[in-house]
């Protein structure tokens, strides 16, 4: 059983924070790349953020420097700290785990809906 579970949210004007939480199944997270996606209406579901088991992190070029992905291993939860949010960041932001294996199945969250006004 491999569960992730988003929470965090919601609506909030440009310039503005949030920070999105994902609850993963103890059995694999602390071995999993754990990674955020999103998508807006009408285009593909695109990384925004990435961290391997160890703590290296990678980011989609349109967040770095204001978006920051961490985990709590004690806690089996994944985090996104977005900070100067633009309208642009509106999508359903999905959790994602694989194990570092090839062929590894891939599990993902239901999604988080992000409303960014301007």
């Known amino acids: 059983q491999v569960q992730l579970v988003e929470s965090g949210g919601g609506l909030v004007q440009a310039g503005g924070s949030l920070r999105l939480s994902c609850a993963a199944s103890?059995?694999?997270?602390?071995?999993?790349?754990m990674g955020w996606y999103r998508q807006a209406p009408g285009k593909q579901r695109e990384l925004v953020a990435a961290?391997?088991?160890?703590?290296?992190?990678n980011y989609a070029d349109s967040v770095k420097g204001r978006f920051t992905i961490s985990r709590d291993n004690a806690k089996n939860t994944v985090y996104l700290q977005m900070n100067s949010l633009k309208p642009e960041d509106t999508a359903v932001y999905f959790c994602?785990?694989?194990?570092?294996?090839?062929?590894?199945?891939?599990?993902w969250g239901q999604g988080t809906q992000v409303t960014v006004s301007s």
């Open positions: 994602n785990a694989k194990l570092p294996t090839v062929g590894s199945p891939v599990y």
């Open positions: 103890r059995t694999i997270f602390r071995i999993a790349i």
């Open positions: 961290i391997t088991s160890g703590g290296t992190t």
